[in-house]
């Protein structure tokens, strides 16, 4: 199991990619129980991120409408490896992945 903070950054990158997320998929897709997506959410909202929970068959949680990820941090080796595939990916020798760069 990944740890708190992995988990977090997780659930906030599912809860942007799409609209709404019913709780049992959140759960499945993170590989935890559905009692930990509750206490997950419960931390987003601790930290700031407006979570809402719909009830009802159609429910689950959503992001409130212009919520945003935080910005992405890089260690060193980090940045030299994005930087390098990056490159790599501009010159055309990439396999086929400048689109994804």
Same mark, same amino acid.
């Given at each position: ?17 799409? #609209?709404?997320?019913? /709780?049992? +998929? @959140?759960?499945?897709? =993170? ?5 930990? &997506?509750?206490?997950? !959410? ?19 949680? #959503?992001?409130?409408? /212009?919520? +945003? @990820?935080?910005?992405? =941090? ?5 940045? &030299?490896?994005?930087? !390098? ?17």
């Amino acid at each position: 199991m990944p740890t708190t903070s992995a988990r977090l950054l997780a659930l906030l990158s599912l809860l942007q990619s799409r #609209r709404d997320w019913p /709780g049992g +998929v @959140l759960a499945e897709r =993170l590989g935890i129980s559905l009692r930990t &997506v509750r206490r997950d !959410v419960d931390r987003l909202r601790d930290l700031g991120y407006p979570v809402a929970a719909v009830k009802g068959p159609d429910g689950g949680y #959503r992001l409130a409408a /212009g919520t +945003v @990820l935080p910005p992405l =941090l890089f260690d060193d080796d980090q940045a &030299v490896a994005l930087t !390098v595939a990056l490159q790599v990916a501009a010159t055309g020798a990439d396999g086929g992945l400048a689109d994804d760069a």
